[in-house]
């Protein structure tokens, strides 16, 4: 699987919108971008993944470089509850061992 | 629907030492995988059973190692403990068909090695 690059920290206003920038320049045609998050004391949560559009789903947007060599994570307006470390991974499609890369993953802190 | 479920949540043992840990994934769930997370090497991947058979493996020593039931709980094993396997384990169950929906992962077990 490919590597990705983040940032290693972000700050954000809560009620504000945050872009988690990723970099993924070595993607292959058949990998799935997929971010997770993990709050302080627990596992890692499944955020959104995508292939070549961009996605929305309750949590999050994902969007996706029409070269696909990078992505964005949106979070539309951050609460506190959003202060977490989030990795950018992926994943090809034909993966189906389970095993996720994870790099060191951006950490996002949230001021009130 | 109930969690993915891990057990314990904290354990102390001693150098020298072996230690199972439990993970009971989320109803219907065939595939879980295993992870380590220190501060140091940040999550890493330590195997992943599907259907009672390891389809993956991480670069680890063999000391750790793991199995499946027929019910599809899985258990991980590390014998003679060391200093540097004090770690948060980590489990993730998925329903392992090969498509990229997300997996999800348990609140963990904390090791501390003494």
């Known amino acids: 699987d490919a590597k990705t690059t983040q940032p290693n920290s972000m700050e954000s206003n809560e009620e504000e919108p945050v872009h988690l920038p990723c970099n993924h320049s070595?993607?292959?045609?058949?990998?799935?971008i997929h971010w997770y998050r993990q709050l302080p004391s627990q596992g890692p949560e499944y955020v959104i993944h995508?292939?070549?559009s961009n996605v929305n789903n309750r949590m999050a947007s994902l969007a996706i470089a029409e070269d696909r060599k990078s992505s964005t994570l949106i979070l539309h307006r951050a609460t506190l509850r959003d202060a977490a470390v989030y990795y950018c991974?992926?994943?090809?499609?034909?993966?189906?061992?389970?095993?996720?890369?994870f790099g060191q993953g951006t950490e996002l802190s949230v001021k009130p | 629907k109930a969690g993915v479920t891990q057990t314990p949540r904290y354990l102390i043992k001693t150098r020298g030492q072996q230690v199972t840990l439990s993970c009971s994934p989320i109803?219907?769930?065939?595939?879980v995988s295993w992870y380590q997370q220190t501060p140091g090497q940040g999550l890493q991947f330590l195997f992943e059973y599907f259907s009672e058979t390891q389809r993956n493996k991480g670069n680890f020593p063999g000391r750790f190692s793991g199995r499946q039931f027929s019910n599809s709980r899985s258990e991980m094993n590390v014998s003679t403990l060391e200093l540097g396997d004090s770690a948060l384990y980590l489990c993730?169950?998925?329903?392992?068909?090969?498509?990229?929906?997300?997996?999800?992962f348990g609140s963990g077990t904390r090791l501390t090695v003494v």
């Open positions: 995508g292939l070549t």
């Open positions: 109803s219907g769930h065939r595939s």
């Open positions: 070595t993607i292959s045609g058949t990998d799935y």
């Open positions: 993730a169950s998925s329903s392992g068909q090969p498509t990229n929906y997300g997996y999800t």
């Open positions: 991974i992926l994943r090809g499609f034909y993966n189906q061992g389970g095993k996720l890369i």
